[in-house]
């Protein structure tokens, strides 16, 4: 998981990849390297690794713009649905122990969470008194 000062690599480019490969090549043109004006310049950009580019773009953006992006990303959604899953399933689990504990008539009534909380407020509160006594 990356912190709030990391940048993620895989996030898209603010500008399409043909101007960041060739944005020393004059105007963003994708002609070859000798309309440009220079024999090797284009050459060069092109061998610069891939995420660089992503990087200077966003050097530029504030922290929180940096979180937006990032969240945005499929990759960040799928890890973020795939943790809030398990939290719902650990919570509802831990409901259902507690359920199990609690006594009903019938025993198989359903019961929504208030209820299960409410009852429990309630039955702890019977013990209490019950040790007192």
Known sequence: MLNSDQTEIDLP??????????SDCGGG???SAEDAG?????????????????KKDLQHLSREERRRRRRATAKYRTAHATRERIRVEAFNM??????KLLPT??????????????????????????LDV
Request: net charge neutral.
């Open 13 to 22: 480019p603010t500008h399409s990849e043909s101007e960041s490969i060739f």
């Open 29 to 31: 043109r994708t002609g």
């Open 38 to 54: 220079g024999v090797g310049l284009c050459a060069q950009s092109r061998i610069a690794e891939p995420g660089e580019a992503v």
């Open 94 to 99: 831990a409901f259902a122990e507690l359920r």
């Open 105 to 130: 008539l019938p025993p198989d009534k359903k019961l929504s969470k208030i209820e299960i909380l409410r009852l429990a407020i309630c039955y702890i509160s019977y013990l209490n008194h019950v």
